[in-house]
């Protein structure tokens, strides 16, 4: 079965280390997601690709980068981890009617 | 999600029929996505709809009229199981990413 996933499902870091949360998808989607929720605000958008090579900005994409260097993977980069970035991180890859979430990692950044 | 509205709790007792509804607000619209999302878990994909009218799903049913941007999420028969957080989303035209409203907390009561 098609699946998404990611790791590592829980995380514990510095102030000012680079975190990168891996995401992995077999359902072929060409679109994938990464999305933060945090109490108070919902999920919100960090990053999206739409194919190989494509990124782009989201609503929250300050401190945070990605890279698609093929269909199934997305990979998030904290570059210098701060504590306002603690929260549960969810990947998501899907079409223009529907869209699916990978287990979340929880990251605390101390 | 600053432009979708959708109430913050609601109550229900087992076996009733609840409606949770989500008002939005978007420059162009591609569909109207609807998540549940127990605590500690990943959101999962419940339904979508983009033409205007009702969806049914078993004991889960959505409803969108586009011209009024409001949409409702009915659950029958409700079980213990509901409680659970549901997240109204919509994607903009032109795009395939999903704006979150912040979630209604549903608690199912015997």
């Known amino acids: 079965d098609a699946e998404i996933t990611q790791s590592p499902r829980h995380k514990i870091t510095e102030t000012g280390r680079q975190v990168t949360l891996a995401c992995h998808q077999t359902?072929?989607?060409?679109?994938m997601f990464w999305y933060r929720q945090d109490l108070g605000h919902g999920l919100r958008l960090i990053h999206y690709?739409?194919?190989?090579?494509?990124?782009n900005k989201g609503e929250v994409s300050d401190g945070y980068s990605v890279s698609r260097s093929n269909t199934e993977d997305l990979p998030l980069t904290l570059e210098s981890a701060a504590s306002s970035q603690t929260s549960v991180y969810f990947c998501?890859?899907?079409?223009?009617?529907?869209?699916?979430f990978g287990p979340g990692t929880r990251l605390t950044v101390t | 999600g600053q432009n979708i509205d959708q109430p913050t709790e609601m109550t229900a007792t087992e076996g009733a029929i609840v409606q949770i509804n989500c008002t939005y607000q978007?420059?162009?619209?591609?569909?109207l996505f609807w998540y549940q999302q127990h605590a500690g878990e990943a959101p999962t994909f419940l339904s979508y709809n983009v033409l205007d009218g009702l969806e049914e799903k078993g004991r889960f049913s959505s409803f969108l009229s586009r011209s009024k941007g409001y949409s409702y999420l009915l659950l029958k028969e409700l079980q213990m199981k509901d409680s659970a957080s549901y997240l109204c989303?919509?994607?903009?035209?032109?795009?395939?990413?999903?704006?979150f409203g912040k979630g209604t907390k549903l608690s199912v009561i015997p």
């Open positions: 989303a919509h994607m903009r035209a032109g795009s395939y990413q999903l704006t």
């Open positions: 998501a890859s899907g079409t223009s009617y529907e869209q699916y």
């Open positions: 978007t420059s162009g619209f591609n569909g």
């Open positions: 690709s739409y194919g190989v090579q494509d990124t």
């Open positions: 359902w072929n989607h060409n679109n």
